[in-house]
């Protein structure tokens, strides 16, 4: 039976309310999520950077249509809740943000991140009051919707170059006020300073399990008071990994040893199964 997108919006919402912590994955293309889907997680989120790695892009490399599509096709590839990475909204006014939204929802998404970010290294984030603002018509615009969907707002500082905990709470408690579901303050490197998120703040946070050096495990998030960690580009990365091993033992060694480690064909076929 095929599920409706309030129904998905239901289900994404009700794993933000239940006890206890969830991963939420990050696929790249419709391949991806039907393998992720197929190996019992309960909700996807696509990436911005491993889409934009799929194409041969760098990172922000997308423009909202393309991101959209791609978030189109995930949807389209299992039953499972799907929210996206929806980078600045796609332009620096509330107006541009709020349309994102909309159109997100048109795509079948039944969640999104909204950030903080200007892809501006001069000026890397946007003044707290139009960050503000931004998150604000965000939340309007989901409200706005036939059904729940989850909102989560990000800020940046801690990936951009402005690493100050303080001022990253001062912006998440602002975001909570203005009616963020779900925050997220990527890059953070220690659980002390998770702990004082999520101590801080009183709806869900998200943690990203992306980062060299800076990777827990669910046990020790939760324990910090995390209540969803996705994963950002990390297993298109561990794909390309994969990928640039086997590319390197056929060029320099003349050997193929790396296909005794490869899914065969047969154990890969229920996966493309509709």
Same mark, same amino acid.
């Given at each position: 039976?095929?599920?409706?997108?309030?129904?998905?919006?239901?289900?994404?919402?009700?794993?933000?309310?239940?006890?206890?912590?969830?991963?939420?994955?990050?696929?790249?293309?419709?391949?991806?999520?039907?393998?992720?889907?197929?190996?019992?997680?309960?909700?996807?989120?696509?990436?911005?950077?491993?889409?934009?790695?799929?194409?041969?892009?760098?990172?922000?490399?997308l423009s909202r249509d393309e991101a959209l599509a791609g978030a189109r &096709?995930?949807?389209?590839?299992?039953?499972?809740?799907?929210?996206?990475?929806?980078?600045?909204?796609?332009?620096?006014?509330?107006?541009?943000? #709020?349309?994102? +939204?909309?159109?997100?929802?048109? /795509?079948?998404? /039944?969640?999104?991140?909204?950030?903080?970010?200007?892809?501006?290294? &001069?000026?890397?984030?946007?003044? $707290?009051?139009?960050?503000?603002?931004?998150?604000?018509?965000?939340?309007?615009?989901?409200?706005?919707?036939? $059904?729940?969907?989850?909102?989560?707002?990000?800020?940046?500082?801690?990936?951009?170059?402005?690493?100050?905990?303080?001022?990253?709470?001062?912006?998440?408690?602002?975001?909570?006020? #203005?009616?963020?579901? /779900?925050? $997220?303050?990527?890059?953070?490197?220690?659980? &002390?300073?998770?702990?004082?998120?999520?101590?801080?703040?009183?709806?869900? /946070?998200?943690?990203?399990?992306?980062?060299?050096?800076?990777?827990?495990s669910v046990a020790a998030l939760e324990a910090a008071g995390v209540k969803?960690?996705?994963?950002?580009?990390?297993?298109?990365?561990?794909?390309?990994?994969?990928?640039?091993?086997?590319?390197?033992? +056929?060029?320099?060694?003349?050997? $193929?040893?790396?296909?005794?480690?490869?899914?065969?064909?047969?154990?890969?076929?229920?996966?493309?199964?509709?």
């Open positions: 039976m095929s599920t409706t997108q309030a129904e998905k919006a239901q289900q994404f919402r009700a794993l933000h309310e239940h006890p206890g912590i969830f991963v939420i994955p990050n696929p790249w293309d419709a391949g991806s999520a039907r393998i992720l889907a197929g190996r019992g997680f309960k909700a996807l989120a696509t990436s911005s950077a491993a889409a934009a790695g799929a194409l041969g892009r760098a990172d922000h490399g &096709a995930i949807v389209q590839a299992t039953h499972l809740p799907v929210s996206a990475d929806l980078e600045n909204g796609y332009g620096d006014s509330p107006e541009n943000v #709020a349309e994102t +939204i909309r159109r997100a929802a048109e /795509v079948g998404l /039944v969640g999104g991140s909204i950030e903080d970010g200007t892809n501006n290294n &001069a000026a890397p984030l946007y003044d $707290f009051g139009l960050a503000t603002e931004r998150v604000a018509a965000a939340v309007e615009a989901a409200r706005a919707l036939r $059904f729940p969907f989850t909102l989560t707002a990000r800020t940046e500082g801690f990936v951009c170059g402005r690493p100050d905990l303080d001022e990253a709470i001062r912006r998440l408690q602002a975001y909570e006020r #203005a009616g963020a579901d /779900v925050l $997220f303050a990527p890059g953070l490197r220690d659980l &002390a300073s998770v702990r004082t998120v999520c101590s801080a703040v009183s709806r869900p /946070v998200n943690f990203m399990n992306g980062m060299k050096g800076a990777t827990f969803r960690i996705s994963l950002a580009m990390s297993l298109y990365r561990a794909a390309m990994t994969a990928l640039c091993a086997a590319a390197d033992e +056929i060029k320099e060694k003349g050997a $193929f040893t790396y296909v005794e480690r490869t899914l065969s064909s047969s154990e890969l076929a229920p996966y493309w199964q509709p």
